[in-house]
């Protein structure tokens, strides 16, 4: 055994001898598909990552026209709301009225009937 493997934590083939022999993609074709993959990857991830900002920008136009809508529906709400408004208040005058009637036409009839009598002819 040489004194390199005898002391733990050195390396049994020497620092240079191994970076000479080193696996790169040039020579290994391990490494060259590994590192096709990755560029694949890396690819994929940039469309993804474009497709992600398309999607922000129909995402922005879509809250723009939505909150359009939503304005426009409230003033809809409102109108029906001020329309609700209108026919609850007529409602109400109507029931007015009608009571009114109800009570007036006979104190009108009693008052026409006492006013000109009534004339047998």
Not at 18 to 37: F, G, I, L, W, Y
Not at 60 to 70: F, G, I, L, R
Request: charged share 25%.
């Amino acid at each position: 055994m040489s004194d390199a493997a005898a002391t733990p934590g050195t390396p049994i083939i020497p620092i240079i001898e191994r970076r000479k022999d080193a696996h790169t993609p040039d020579n290994c074709p391990t490494m060259a598909s590994v590192q096709e993959r990755f560029n694949a990857g890396t690819a994929r991830m940039e469309r993804i990552e474009e497709n992600g900002t398309r999607l922000e920008a129909k995402l922005d136009a879509n809250s723009a026209e939505t909150a359009e809508t939503n304005a426009k529906i409230d003033r809809v709400l409102y109108i029906l709301d001020a329309a609700e408004s209108f026919f609850n208040f007529c409602n109400r005058a109507g029931l007015f009225i009608k009571w009114a009637a109800g009570i007036a036409a006979p104190l009108v009839a009693i008052w026409v009937t006492i006013k000109f009598g009534s004339n047998p002819k």
